[in-house]
């Protein structure tokens, strides 16, 4: 299992935007396949974002297609969730997972083995 920190959460306003990113300290994560999961308060955790290991593949859950983008900088061993349009329903803690071998099912926390702690995004006005 590799340690994953997840950072950039914060408070913004409906409409606006943050990036988060994901970082390992002492593993690369050229060899991971690494996606982005949310949990809300009361709610089931689900997934956001994927990403390959070699970048050329990528999933987006419908609730945010064309707002949010996922990508990874290997050199600089993070992966990144661009999220713009934030709406109320984006608020969650966002958490980082990776997987050794490709899930067969992107958005299901049990295909991953590597996780985060979270970082927690509010928007509200």
């Known amino acids: 299992q590799v340690q994953l920190v997840e950072s950039g959460g914060g408070l913004v306003q409906p409409g606006g935007s943050l990036r988060l990113s994901c970082t390992s300290s002492?593993?690369?994560?050229?060899?991971?396949?690494l996606a982005w999961f949310r949990q809300a308060p009361g709610k089931e955790r689900e997934g956001v974002s994927y990403i390959s290991m070699s970048g050329g593949s990528t999933y987006y859950a419908d609730s945010v297609k064309g707002r949010f983008t996922i990508s990874r900088d290997n050199a600089k061993n993070t992966v990144y969730l661009q999220m713009n349009s934030l709406k109320p329903e984006d608020t969650a803690v966002y958490y980082c997972?990776?997987?050794?071998?490709?899930?067969?099912?992107?958005?299901?926390?049990?295909?991953?083995?590597?996780w985060g702690h979270g970082t927690q995004v509010t928007v509200s006005s």
């Open positions: 997972a990776g997987a050794f071998f490709q899930p067969s099912d992107y958005g299901s926390s049990y295909e991953y083995d590597s």
């Open positions: 002492g593993f690369t994560l050229d060899y991971y396949h």
